[in-house]
């Protein structure tokens, strides 16, 4: 599949980007969706992670392994203020 170089940020080949859509939305979809949001985020919305690592930890070698791996079940959240 050959993308037209004139599409533009918009569309990609997965489909649309999440940032137009907003723009596009209105107020009141925006704030359907984040209270939904708000409302789940302890169930729909959860994340679980295998880990929590620094910045400094994710240049480790190792660690650098581990998070790209492309397993299942395995995400890492690398938190700048740890």
Same mark, same amino acid.
Request: proline letters at 5%; aromatic letters at 10%; glycine letters at 6%.
């Given at each position: ?10 569309? +990609?080949?997965?489909? #649309?980007? $999440? =940032?137009?859509? $907003?723009?596009? *939305?209105?107020?009141?979809? !925006?704030? %359907?969706? !984040?209270? !939904? ?6 169930? @729909?919305? &959860?994340?679980? #992670? =295998? *880990?929590?690592?620094? /910045?400094?930890?994710?240049?480790? /070698?190792?660690? /650098?392994?581990? #998070? +790209? &791996?492309?397993?299942?079940? @395995? %995400? #890492? $959240?690398? +938190?700048?203020?740890?």
């Amino acid at each position: 599949t050959t993308v037209p170089p004139g599409v533009g940020f918009a569309w +990609n080949l997965s489909g #649309y980007l $999440l =940032t137009p859509f $907003l723009q596009k *939305a209105g107020a009141e979809v !925006r704030a %359907k969706m !984040r209270k !939904r949001v708000m409302d789940e985020l302890t169930t @729909t919305f &959860a994340s679980h #992670y =295998t *880990a929590e690592i620094s /910045l400094a930890e994710a240049l480790d /070698l190792d660690t /650098l392994h581990a #998070y +790209n &791996a492309k397993a299942t079940g @395995t %995400k #890492y $959240l690398i +938190n700048p203020s740890k």
